[in-house]
């Protein structure tokens, strides 16, 4: 096989990103959520477990499915749902203590949410949304991320997430990611692509107590 140019590795990137990278949510409303508008978004507001109490996982595939993982437990928590970065530590749990979060509308397009290790504030995050009209708070907080090295050792990963109530008022968190990457081996360097895979699950945190 021959080998790809550099130029060739980029416009396949730039051509899989632009198509496929976008890691959309469906633009319908659904039946089994309560509807959020700019009227009642402080609904959210409230204490909830910090780890999922079930979820729902889905896949459809570009051209390949061997870059997905499919453990959606890998995030343990809301925490490490949120904050997935390269170079963030993860919440690392005891399980002699409890724990939980915190949700805080701060204005219309702000969100607080305070991690809590036996009522005592361990983490926080201020996160950007934008409410949209399938009744979803969209966050905006590390959509794109670049892992390792693009197309040699790693790859590109775009996640979105957002937020809406379940009808038994527990927070429904949902995730598209699309993911596009592969790795060069080393004999006369012969490339295996990935031209990009997408993921998409709901989680489903239980609601502790309505903060008012």
């Known amino acids: 096989m021959k080998k790809l140019s550099l130029n060739k590795i980029f416009a396949y990137l730039l051509l899989s990103v632009i198509i496929f990278g976008c890691a959309s949510f469906p633009k319908k409303k659904s039946p089994s959520i309560s509807y959020i508008n700019s009227n009642n978004i402080y609904l959210l507001e409230g204490t909830y477990s910090i780890k999922h109490s079930s979820s729902v996982y889905s896949k459809d595939s570009v051209l390949d499915m061997s870059f997905v993982n499919e ?10 749902e949120i904050n997935n970065g390269v170079f963030v530590k993860r919440l690392e749990v005891n399980s002699l203590k409890s724990y939980k979060f915190s949700l805080k509308i701060l204005s219309t397009k702000r969100i607080q949410i305070n991690y809590l290790e036996d009522d005592s504030l361990i983490r926080r995050n201020k996160i950007r949304y934008k409410l949209k009209e399938e009744g979803y708070v969209n966050l905006k907080h590390r959509n794109f991320k670049i892992i390792g090295i693009p ?24 995730t598209s990611e699309f993911t596009t990457g592969g790795v060069f081996y080393p004999a006369f360097i012969v490339p295996a692509i990935n031209f990009g895979s997408k993921t998409k699950y709901k989680k489903i945190y239980q609601r502790i107590n309505q903060d008012m």
């Open 151 to 174: 197309y040699v050792m790693g790859g590109f990963k775009t996640k979105r997430n957002r937020l809406a109530l379940t009808k038994d008022n527990d927070l429904l968190f949902e």
């Open 71 to 80: 453990d959606n437990n890998q995030y343990l928590t809301l925490f490490d």
